[in-house]
């Protein structure tokens, strides 16, 4: 009837607003490389393209005992990272929670607090004496041993000027904390390792992307980017350093060779001219402490993919005439500020896709047909389908805290609709930015055509997005596809770099040593 026409043109008109064809694949890859260009060329540009002063990639064979140091999303983690010099590295490693007040308060109070994982980590965990630049700290014969070597992964914008330097630039994934931007990151963390009289010498800063591409040079023998799919996004890749032009006659740029450049692509979009930007964006972006920042982030990653979703389903709530979704009833979760985590909208999908035959990867073409478990059809679905939905039920019923009678099957296909809607985008887009390095660095062209390259190209990835979401990189891959060809994507490896933070931060703290 009228109302059920009226009901599938809300579904239809949301369905149309996340999809992502063809032509806008390759005008948003275009932009991303028009973007690179400006970056490596001028300052202060929406792609930052931040030269990292890494000025090589390891091939396995490095030898040595470091401490790392992880901040950057949901947890801070302590590392000691022994390098064996055959692609393999042995690691031990403590998680330590940031809390809310040290995100949001005082710098000194953070600094001090990772200053204080540090202690607790030595007292309790390490050896760092393995190490042939670490002398015995209890050695009574030896008055004056070298600081143990620290490098620190600080995973937000930093204008880097050295391997040991840089200033804090912004930050970004819900950290705001006071007295920091504008300051060295190196010395922040130092000057808490002093005040506590902490043996510790922090010798190298390293982006989270770096670490990762550096981890999985490592493990693979080389590798091209490293990129993140966790809480935030980014990537940093392998640029001629000829390439780096706003390094001007620096030293760096006269020495030519090859630079580490992290792209910072989570603010790809900040102009808001590219992205086809829907309401549900629009109030997450608003409601955030950075709008307007970190466009192509917000539409991409962990801390925002439930967000989104949970804008969609409360759209469905309050339609009108008409609810569309769980009797008009909402809940804590679903009226709380990021109240439906990433993981959540992960196991609706995992519920959905376990068991099923038709899997995404098998359907012909980039836009997959929700439509076949939309919610007039529910009763039409065979039983395998319906006993997926009864469980996605249950997980609605438990996770939003819902009561029973307002969770139909409908519902749950219509949860699971908006969640795949969200997460084919951000695996669509996420395609794009890979793409546009294979491209940068000439490993591909745009619209294909490059023939089958005769080695595998090596893509370092980490983050629980990527490595837990259903079919992310399926659906990253067929994007991919679409923008480069057959041929080269099928040679893209796309791997975890496994602790890739903690062990790339020993690779460049072993880089800062050799460096001097
Ligand atoms: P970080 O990027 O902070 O180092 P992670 O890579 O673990 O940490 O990413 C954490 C983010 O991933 C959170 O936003 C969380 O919502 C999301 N997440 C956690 N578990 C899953 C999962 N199983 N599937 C998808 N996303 C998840």
Redesign the pocket.
Known sequence: GASTDAARKIFDDIEAQFQLGQDALIKITEQFLEDFRLGLSEYNQPMAMIPTFVTGVPDGSETGTFLALDL????LRVCEVTLLGNHEFRLKQQKYKVSETLKTGEASALFDYLADSVDAFLTEFSSAVGSPTVTDIDNPFEPTPPAVPLGLTFSFPVEQTALNQGKILTWT?GFSAKNAIGNDVVQLLQDAFDRKHLHVRCVALVN?TVGTLLSRAYTAGSCILGA?F???TNGAYVERVENITKLGDSPARAQGGLMIVNTEWGAFNNTRTTLPTTPYDNKLDRESINPRKQAFEKFI???YL?EITRNILLSLIDAAPRSLLFNGRSSTPLNTHYGL???V???IEEAWESGRTDRIAKVNGTVPQWQSAHFTEVNALPPQDVDRLERIRGILIQRLELPAEDVSLCDAATVRWAASLVANRAARLSGTAIAAVLVQTGNATLGGGTSEPSENIIVGV????I???PNFQTRLRASLQSLVGEAVEKRVEIDLAKDGSGAGAALCALQAIKQG
Do not use: P
């Open positions: 950057g999303g949901t947890n994934k989270d993140i966790g809480t935030g990653s962990g801390m439930g985590d990433t993981a909208v992960s196991e980490d983050g629980s997005l490595q837990h979401y």
